[in-house]
């Protein structure tokens, strides 16, 4: 069973994995991890059953499993799972999904 499979997000959170992007020097510097900026693009891995309505339903969710979505630079809490890194977010903190 994959980390990801062993996160249930709750109410309307979603599970991301962060897009790293491809590493680059500039001006022949190399930049360490501690410097980079944030990836603020990544792919669901799980998603949550909804946000609780006041009739007792749940509010259908927007993102699905797979989807490829930009959130903000200092949006959700990250986690570590068997090694793999996480960010768990409210699905109001996703920005727009990535056709």
Known sequence: MSAA???QPLADRV???ALEEAEQMRGGLYIPDTAKEKPQEGE??????G???DDGG???MEVAEG???LY???SGTEVTV??????ILRESDILAKVN
């Not at 669901?44 to 059953?49: D, S, T």
């Not at 068997?82 to 960010?87: N, Q, R, V």
């Open 82 to 87: 068997d090694g793999d890194e996480y960010l």
């Open 15 to 17: 599970v991301v994995r």
């Open 51 to 53: 946000k609780p309505n």
């Open 72 to 74: 903000g630079k200092y």
């Open 5 to 7: 499979k062993k996160i």
């Open 58 to 60: 749940r509010v259908p």
């Open 44 to 49: 669901i891995v799980a998603v949550g059953p």
């Open 67 to 69: 989807d490829r979505v």
